[in-house]
């Protein structure tokens, strides 16, 4: 049989799934990922040509990666499929794709009872509801984990780093020269493009750990500089963005990102020593203008305090602990099912907020107790799947996982958002690399840890 030298020649199903690159597939996932992972920056560029709502922008984008997901999922399981390598092969080697289907069929099961329940309309505040939820994970999660190939994966992260360098620079722009009108101005601290500062701290806390991690990391002299530029800048903006939450998880974020080195190689690096050190140095001189760090660890202190003599605990972390304990007295209520997608914020507004401001609590609040674990444990088993292959991690991966990390410590003080979140469900795929059916119908997933070493993959 004559092999096709191209996809037109072949005649059948079979022939297709079987002659069809795998970078194919790999760049229909890289699409919504690059997209989202720069949505902020193209946010600014696209209302330069005319005013447009942040919502329908990321509606916009959601649409695309739906329809992308859609598309590999078809492509990759048929590809599985053609090569006699099915569904069960792919939840042992993958199980973090089954906890997170689990979880999605509890979310699903959950929202539908407490619609029948408590009259809840299956959509939420904030622009999220079940359908934005289900996309988070089967969208951006599942199309960001079928990028294997090491030069897409540096190249992603590049443009990650890049775009958030340039929204740093424009953020510094409308602080110290020219206000930029598309940026929210309604907080005395920077927002960017971001409805409310925290989130602009979320978004913060993936930029500099992705920048920290390309300075040190990337073989390429050049994007080794604009690492370290992007992670100067976006310091700066993150001291005068004051989400205190997200000040420490980039700081645990460097600590994490020092135990993966040690874990793989046996010693700490001395260039994230640099990095951590630059992370304190650009603290202490901001101090001199800006009190905010210092007030907030001392804030930290005196909270503590509270906690542990129970005098006015409830004010503690900017009212996070009463808001908590309201969390957990609701979660007790509905143990099993939930209360649904923001069925419960007139409860919690008398708090100081509509949600439980941790996102951990939040999953068991909206969706029960048995859900919250499945998300944890699908989290926690992307990064103990890195564990099991920390000789075949390549600098892409390490990268992506350490600053998910960081987003999952900021994740313990503020709530999901349609903005954000797929940002770290991007940044978690790009974490979780799929092994592949074979080198020769997929793509090895043997990559050295060395990325001079690291060859691209071929289909």
């Known amino acids: 049989m004559e092999t096709p030298t191209k996809l037109s020649q072949v005649k059948t199903f079979s022939e ?26 193209l946010y600014v560029i696209r209302n330069c040509i ?39 092969s792919l939840i042992k080697e993958n199980s973090a794709f089954a ?8 979310m699903i099961l959950t929202v539908a009872y407490n619609a029948a329940v408590v009259s809840n309309e299956m959509a939420g505040g904030r622009n999220e509801d079940l359908f934005t939820y289900i996309t988070y994970i089967f969208a951006y999660f599942f199309c960001a984990s079928l ?23 424009l953020c510094l722009i409308d602080l110290y020269c020219v206000e930029i009108p598309i940026f929210n101005h309604v907080y005395k601290n920077v927002s960017g493009v971001f409805s409310h500062f925290n989130h602009f701290g979320y978004y913060l806390t993936l930029v500099l750990l992705a920048s920290a991690g390309m300075a040190v990391l990337d073989k390429n002299r050049t994007f080794r500089i604009l690492g370290w530029l992007s992670f100067a800048v976006n310091t700066v903006v993150l001291i005068r963005d004051d989400t205190f939450g997200c000040y420490l998880a980039v700081a645990f ?33 901001m101090g001199f203008w800006y009190d905010t760090v210092f007030r907030n660890f001392l804030t930290l202190f005196f909270d ?30 509905r143990p099993l099912t939930g209360w649904g997608i923001d069925t419960q914020s007139e409860v919690l507004r008398p708090t100081g907020c509509d949600r439980s401001h941790n996102e951990y609590l939040q999953q068991m609040l909206f969706f029960g107790i048995p859900a919250g674990l499945l998300y944890i444990w699908a989290v926690l088993e992307v990064y103990l799947h890195g564990l099991r292959s920390k000789r075949k991690l390549d600098v892409p991966t390490i990268v992506a996982l350490i600053a998910a990390f960081g987003y999952l410590v900021s994740a313990f003080f503020g709530n999901t958002t349609y903005y954000v979140s797929p940002l ?4 978690l795929g790009l974490g979780y690399r799929v092994k592949g059916i074979s080198p020769e119908t997929l793509a090895s997933t043997d990559v050295p840890c060395d990325p001079e070493k690291a060859e691209p993959f071929t289909a």
């Open 424 to 427: 770290f469900f991007c940044l």
């Open 147 to 169: 990028i294997e190939n090491n030069t897409l994966k540096y190249n992603i992260l590049r443009i990650f780093t890049i775009s958030g360098l340039l929204m740093g620079i």
């Open 304 to 333: 503590l305090g509270k906690i542990v003599s129970n005098e006015d605990a409830g004010h503690a972390g900017s009212s996070r602990w009463a808001i908590w304990g309201k969390t957990l007295e609701l979660i007790s209520q």
């Open 16 to 41: 297709f799934f079987r002659y069809l690159p795998y970078h194919f597939i790999e760049w229909i996932c890289a699409v919504p990922v690059v997209l989202f992972l720069t949505s902020p920056l």
């Open 253 to 285: 974020g460097l600590l994490f990102a020092q135990i993966v080195h040690c874990i793989i190689h046996k010693r700490t690096n001395i260039a994230m020593w640099c990095v951590l050190g630059l992370y304190l140095g650009i603290s202490l001189v």
């Open 50 to 88: 005319s005013v447009w709502s942040y919502p329908v922008f990321v509606d916009d984008i959601d649409l695309i990666a739906r329809v992308a997901a859609v598309c590999a999922l078809v492509l990759y399981f048929g590809k599985r499929l053609n090569a006699r390598q099915g569904v069960k």
């Open 99 to 106: 906890i997170f289907a689990l979880f999605s069929i509890l």
